[in-house]
């Protein structure tokens, strides 16, 4: 079975700062894939960034990147420049990729506040 | 209409009630899947339908049936809950290969009494 950990409850940073959210995860996998996703306080979950276990660099979408640290496990997510709409929770996750399962295994979450 | 949409948005109903939260999705994919998120735990999976056929059962009650009449639609029908049922439900799709990214609606907080 798959566990994510994310040990930080809630985070705050300064309005264009950068901020990085941690991530740990367990799997004995080989093949997997590991997600971000923001939820405002709307309800809605949105998908931020994509990491592949065999992928070699590590992904960045915009202001969003990825420190994929595949040794240790982890899959920390940077914020560049924050602004104050990112303000949100953040969940990452995981899924193993040869098993056929499709569902996605999340964390307990992050909520930043970005503070002006 | 594009993405994935849940009614109703909110839902208060008594433990004898029998309600239905409805998704649907645009994205022409063909996997969808239940969550429940309760206050201060993780994302917890509930049904995956894949092809129209229910693939994953995460040792949901009985209390909630999923339904799942096209690859468009995806329904939790709800009956004699309990208060700690209350809780936002999540409707996620996604396709079949790939990332396999889900994509998820807004969802809808459930309240019961």
């Known amino acids: 079975a798959q566990k994510i950990t994310q040990t930080q409850p809630g985070m705050f940073v300064q309005e264009k700062e950068a901020v990085t959210l941690d991530c740990t995860y367990d799997t004995s996998d080989q093949s997997y894939g590991l997600f971000w996703y923001k939820q405002p306080s709307s309800g809605e979950m949105i998908f931020l960034i994509y990491?592949?276990?065999?992928?070699?660099q590590n992904a960045t979408e915009g202001r969003y990147s990825l420190n994929f640290q595949k040794a240790r496990k982890s899959a920390n997510l940077v914020i560049s420049a924050s602004q104050l709409g990112d303000s949100a929770m953040y969940f990452c996750a995981m899924r193993v990729l040869d098993t056929g399962r499709r569902a996605l295994t999340f964390g307990s979450g992050t909520r930043l506040q970005v503070q002006p | 209409e594009t993405g994935v949409t849940q009614t109703p948005r909110h839902l208060v109903m008594g433990m004898t009630n029998k309600k239905s939260l409805k998704c649907e999705q645009h994205?022409?994919?063909?996997?969808m899947y239940w969550y429940k998120q309760s206050a201060k735990k993780p994302l917890e999976l509930m049904f995956v339908?894949?092809?129209?056929?229910?693939?994953e059962n995460n040792s949901v009650p009985s209390r909630f049936s999923p339904e799942c009449p096209n690859s468009s639609h995806l329904f939790l029908h709800l009956h004699t809950l309990q208060p700690e049922d209350s809780a936002l439900y999540l409707c996620?799709?996604?396709?079949?290969?790939?990332?396999?990214?889900?994509?998820f609606g807004a969802g809808s907080r459930l309240t019961v009494l």
């Open positions: 996620a799709s996604s396709g079949i290969s790939g990332a396999n990214v889900l994509t």
């Open positions: 994205l022409g994919h063909n996997a």
């Open positions: 339908y894949s092809l129209e056929e229910r693939v």
């Open positions: 990491q592949g276990s065999y992928d070699e």
